[in-house]
C-alpha cells in the first residue's frame, strides 16, 4: 500500500475526530413563541386566567385590564376609549370613567371633551376648536388653552406637553399650561403639522409637517428653545395624523407608505424597513437593538421584527385585522378586532 | 374713502360670495359663530340638513382627515373649510381633490363647520360667505340687567336703579326661522347718555396667548363675554343721579335691526 493510500482515512478520521471534539455552536436563532390567544368577544369573567406581566390591553374596539387574580376582564371600548400603563378610560355619554391599574378605583368626570391619557396626565382636548385643558382625577381644569387653530396631533411626557396644529405650528406647554416654544416649519406648499412626538424629558422633538413635500423634521433643545437638526422629505405625503413615537435612547419611529421609518440619533439618518402591507403600529426595544412592526394587508395582520440596521429577523401572519401593539417586560401583545394575541420571545 | 366707493368696494367683496352655497341643503342651524361652548367660544357654526349629505362649500383640496370626523379643504383665495362630525364618503381616501357639488360625506349628527382665513391666521364668521337666507325675523333683547357684586336690578322701560357702579348685562338671541335655536345677532351696540359703552360684531376670531378675541368692531376678549346664565357682559356702567338712557342697537346678518331704549331716574 502506497504511502497515499494511508493519507485519505487518517484525514477523514481526523476531520471527524475535530468535529466531535471541537464543535462550532450554531447561532441561537431568535423566536416569538405564541402562549395566549384571547378572544375579545367573549363575555366579562369567561376568560381564563392569566398570570402575564402585561396588565392592559386594547384592540380596536375592546380593551380591558389583568386584575390582581391575574384574569382577563375585558371592556366595550367603542374605539373611544384610552389607555395608559396606569390608567384607563372607559366612556358613556360625556362621563368618562378612569380607572386605575386594578380596576379598583374608578374617577368620574362630566365632559363632553375627548380624553387624552399619558401615564398619569390626563389631557381633555376639542381638537376641531383647538382647544386642549388638563384636568386631574376630580375632574377640575388644571390649565387650559384656546389654540388659533385646529389640534392635529399631541404627545406629552413628563410635565411637558406638545400639540401640532393644521396651520402648520407646533407648540410647547410645560407643566403650568404656559406655552414656553412655538415654531413653524416652512418649506411645503401646504402648511400643517401631521405628526409630532417629545422624547422623555423633552430633549427633542419629532415632527412631520407639510404636503407637497411633507417632511420629516427633528429639533433639539439647545440654550434658547429648540433647534431643528435634521430634516428630509418624505416619499409619500399623507394627509392624516401619522404615527410617530420617540423611545427612551431617542430613537424615532414613524409610519411611511407600505414601510416603517426608523431614525437614529448616532446614524443621524432616516432609514425605511419594508413591511407586508400597510403600517399600523410599531415599537422599538432599545435595549435589544430591535423593532417591531404590526401592518396589514387584505383584512390580515403581519408582525415584522427588525434589527436597528434594518436586517429582518422574521415576520408572522395573523388571521386578524387592527392590530395594535404592546411590547412590555418581555410580552408581546398583539390586539385585533377579534382576538388579542400574548407572545413570549426568546431564542432556539 | 367716499361712500359710493366704499359700497362698490363692499360688492365687489360680496358678489362672488353669495354664489356659494351652504354645506348643507336645507340647512338649519344649531349654533352659530362665536356662541359659548362649554370652556370656549365657538370657532364655527353647527347644522343640520336635509338628508344629511356634506358637500364642500367650495372647490378645494383636501389637506387633513381624521378618523373622528374631520375633514379639511384648502381653496384658492387661501381659506381653509373645516367639516366635523362626518362619515367622510367612501372614495374620499382616494381622492385629494374636490370640486363643487362632489359628496364630502354624511352628517346625520350635525355638522361642524368652520372656516379659516389662513393668510390672516382667523377664524371667518361663515355667515359672510353664503348666499342669503330669508330671514324677517328681528333680533331679541330678551332682558336687561344692572348688576351689583350678587345684586340685580333688571331694567324696564323706565327703571329707577340706585345710583352706582354696576356691570351692564343683556341677554340677546337672533333666529334665523321661527323655529331656528337662537343664535347670537351679527352686531350689538350699547349706548348710556349717547355714547358708545360697548360695541361687538361677529366678523372674525383670533387666539392670543390661549385666549379668543372677537375682531369687528375693536378687538373683544370673548372669554368671559358671557356670564353662565348666558348674559352678555357689556361693561362697568356708572350710574349717578338724575335722568338717563340705556340704548341697545342689534343688527342680524340680513340687516334686521331692533332697537332698545330703557330710561333711567335714578334715586
Redesign the interface.
Known amino acids: 500500500m502506497s504511502k497515499n493510500s494511508y493519507l485519505l482515512p487518517v484525514l477523514a478520521v481526523f476531520f471527524v475526530l475535530y468535529f466531535l471534539l471541537f464543535p462550532y455552536p450554531v447561532k441561537e436563532e431568535f423566536v416569538l413563541v405564541p402562549e395566549r390567544k384571547i378572544p375579545l368577544d367573549s363575555p366579562q369573567g369567561e376568560l381564563s386566567s392569566l398570570s402575564g406581566d402585561i396588565e392592559f390591553f386594547q384592540g380596536e374596539s375592546r380593551m380591558g385590564y389583568y386584575d390582581d387574580s391575574g384574569r382577563a376582564v375585558v371592556l366595550e371600548g367603542e374605539g373611544r376609549s384610552r389607555i395608559s400603563s396606569r390608567f384607563f378610560i372607559e366612556e358613556e355619554g360625556d362621563v368618562l370613567s378612569l380607572h386605575s391599574r386594578s380596576g379598583q378605583d374608578s374617577f368620574p368626570i362630566q365632559t ?3 380624553p387624552c391619557l399619558f401615564e398619569d396626565r390626563l389631557l381633555l382636548v ?6 386642549i ?1 388638563e384636568s386631574d382625577r376630580q375632574g377640575r ?1 388644571l390649565w ?7 389640534i ?1 396631533c399631541l404627545d406629552s411626557r413628563d410635565d411637558l406637553t406638545v400639540v401640532g396644529l ?2 402648520g405650528e407646533i407648540r410647547l406647554f410645560d407643566g403650568e ?1 404656559e ?1 414656553v416654544f412655538t415654531w413653524s416649519p416652512g418649506g411645503s406648499r ?3 403639522v ?1 405628526g409630532v412626538a417629545l422624547s422623555p424629558g423633552g430633549e427633542s422633538i419629532a415632527l412631520v409637517s407639510g ?1 407637497d413635500p411633507q417632511r420629516f423634521i427633528l429639533l433639539e433643545k439647545k440654550e434658547n428653545g429648540y433647534r431643528p437638526v435634521f430634516h428630509e422629505n418624505l416619499r409619500n405625503s399623507s ?3 401619522l404615527f410617530l413615537t420617540i423611545d427612551s435612547s431617542r430613537n424615532i419611529l414613524l409610519k411611511g407608505e407600505g414601510e416603517g421609518l426608523f431614525y437614529t440619533l448616532n446614524a443621524s439618518s432616516l432609514h425605511a424597513f419594508p413591511l407586508p402591507g400597510s403600517f399600523r403600529d410599531g415599537e422599538t426595544l432599545p435595549s435589544e437593538g430591535t423593532v417591531y412592526f404590526v401592518s396589514e394587508e387584505n383584512g390580515k395582520a403581519s408582525l415584522s421584527l427588525y434589527t436597528e440596521g434594518g436586517d429582518l429577523i422574521l415576520t408572522n401572519r395573523y388571521e386578524d385585522s387592527a392590530f395594535s401593539l404592546d411590547i412590555r417586560k418581555g410580552k408581546i401583545l398583539l390586539a385585533g378586532s377579534k382576538d388579542a394575541y400574548l407572545i413570549g420571545r426568546g431564542f432556539y | 374713502m367716499k361712500p359710493a366707493l366704499m359700497l362698490i368696494s363692499f360688492l365687489g367683496v360680496l358678489t362672488p360670495a353669495a354664489a356659494l352655497q351652504w354645506p348643507m341643503e336645507g340647512t338649519e342651524l344649531l349654533s352659530g359663530f362665536g356662541s359659548p361652548s362649554g370652556p370656549y367660544v365657538s370657532t364655527g357654526m353647527e347644522l343640520t340638513g336635509e338628508k344629511g349629505i356634506v358637500r364642500p362649500y367650495q372647490e378645494g383640496e383636501i389637506i387633513y382627515m381624521a378618523p373622528s370626523g374631520i375633514v379639511v379643504l384648502e381653496h384658492d383665495n387661501g381659506f381653509r373649510s373645516c367639516y366635523g362630525r362626518i362619515d367622510p364618503a367612501k372614495d374620499l381616501d382616494n381622492r385629494s381633490y374636490l370640486n363643487e357639488g362632489d359628496i364630502l360625506g354624511e352628517a346625520p349628527e350635525g355638522l361642524l363647520f368652520s372656516i379659516r382665513d389662513s393668510r390672516l391666521n382667523r377664524w371667518v364668521n361663515p355667515f359672510y360667505m353664503f348666499s342669503a337666507r330669508d330671514d324677517d325675523i328681528r333680533p331679541e333683547v330678551e332682558d336687561v340687567l344692572l348688576r351689583r357684586n350678587d345684586t340685580s336690578f333688571p331694567l324696564s322701560e323706565e327703571s329707577s336703579p340706585p345710583a352706582g357702579t354696576y356691570r351692564l348685562l343683556v341677554k340677546i338671541s337672533d333666529r334665523v326661522t321661527r323655529e331656528g335655536a337662537p343664535l347670537l345677532p351679527y352686531s350689538v351696540k350699547i349706548r348710556y347718555l349717547g355714547q358708545t359703552l360697548f360695541a361687538l360684531s361677529l366678523d372674525s376670531l383670533s387666539h392670543q396667548d390661549g385666549k379668543a378675541y372677537f375682531e369687528g368692531a375693536g378687538k373683544i376678549a370673548a372669554q368671559g363675554l358671557f356670564t353662565p346664565e348666558g348674559y352678555l357682559d357689556g361693561g362697568e356702567i356708572i350710574i349717578n343721579q338724575g335722568k338717563g338712557l340705556i340704548e341697545v342697537e342689534l343688527t342680524d346678518y340680513k340687516g334686521n335691526r331692533t332697537l332698545r331704549s330703557f330710561s333711567l331716574n335714578r334715586r
Open positions: 363632553s371633551l375627548s376639542d381638537a376641531f376648536q383647538g382647544y385643558s381644569i387650559d388653552y384656546q389654540l388659533p387653530s385646529l392635529t393644521l396651520n399650561g406655552s401646504i402648511s400643517a401631521y404636503l394627509r392624516e395624523s
